[in-house]
T-cell receptor, first 111, second 114 residues
Framework: DQQVKQNSPSLSVQEGRISILNCDYT??????FLWYKKYPAEGPTFLIS?????DKNEDGRFTVFLNKSAKHLSLHIVPSQPGDSAVYFC??????????FGKGTHLIIQP | NAGVTQTPKFRVLKTGQSMTLLCAQD?????MYWYRQDPGMGLRLIHY???????AKGEVPDGYNVSRLKKQNFLLGLESAAPSQTSVYFC?????????????FGPGTRLTVL
């Protein structure tokens, strides 16, 4: 059973607009959430994270929102740039058991 | 500072052959991990290590063995490769195992088993 769900395999957004990537999780005990970005033929790179004691975390153009009651988090990218085209993975940190990843969303930024 | 490196980048094996994937990190990290990624899937944890000389099973450990003889190296072995092990393998490392510590990933090894 998937513990982390990213229901949109792909998303196309115009350059300069907002990109919103969504992620749902099943277990309310999870307390630390991360977003990783992955380019083709490269390993994932850490983008931004959020602890369950917060509902928002910002880093430049990237903001992650956490809705604990809905078990939902989202990543907002504003404004979207061509270099943001990549696969984005939502992940939960399971302590001793490493990270559990969603299936990813392929973000395509169109000029 | 190379970060996390993986050797080889690509490999093709025949069913039943064996091979070892090498992961090296130069960040003095205690924790190291092996993941696999299959098409349309997220990364899944195979094995991990919390320090030199230690290993533990992850989510999908069957068919793999690992060793951590030196702190900077984490080896993933396939004793008898099967087509189901065709995948991209990623190694990662982190300084601590706490929830706030970032895992740094290598560039991956693409393995095809015929």
């Amino acid at each position: 059973d998937q513990q982390v769900k990213q229901n949109s395999p792909s998303l196309s957004v115009q350059e300069g607009r907002i990109s919103i990537l969504n992620c749902d999780y099943t277990n309310s005990m999870f307390d630390y959430f991360l977003w990783y970005k992955k380019y083709p033929a490269e390993g994932p790179t850490f983008l931004i994270s959020i602890s369950s004691i917060k509902d928002k975390n910002e880093d430049g153009r990237f903001t992650v929102f956490l809705n604990k009651s809905a078990k939902h988090l989202s990543l907002h990218i504003v404004p979207s740039q061509p270099g943001d085209s990549a696969v984005y993975f939502c992940a939960i940190h399971r302590g001793a058991d490493g990270l559990t990843f969603g299936k990813g969303t392929h973000l395509i930024i169109q000029p | 500072n190379a970060g996390v490196t993986q050797t080889p980048k690509f490999r093709v094996l025949k069913t039943g052959q064996s091979m070892t994937l090498l992961c090296a990190q130069d960040m003095n990290h205690e924790y190291m991990y092996w993941y696999r990624q299959d098409p349309g899937m997220g990364l899944r944890l195979i094995h991990y290590s919390v320090g030199e000389g230690t290993t533990a099973k992850g989510e999908v450990p069957d068919g793999y063995n690992v060793s951590r003889l030196k702190k900077q190296n984490f080896l993933l072995g396939l004793e008898s490769a099967a087509p189901s092990q065709t995948s991209v393998y990623f190694c990662a490392s982190s300084y601590l195992r706490t929830s706030t510590d970032t895992q740094y990933f290598g560039p991956g090894t693409r393995l095809t088993v015929l």
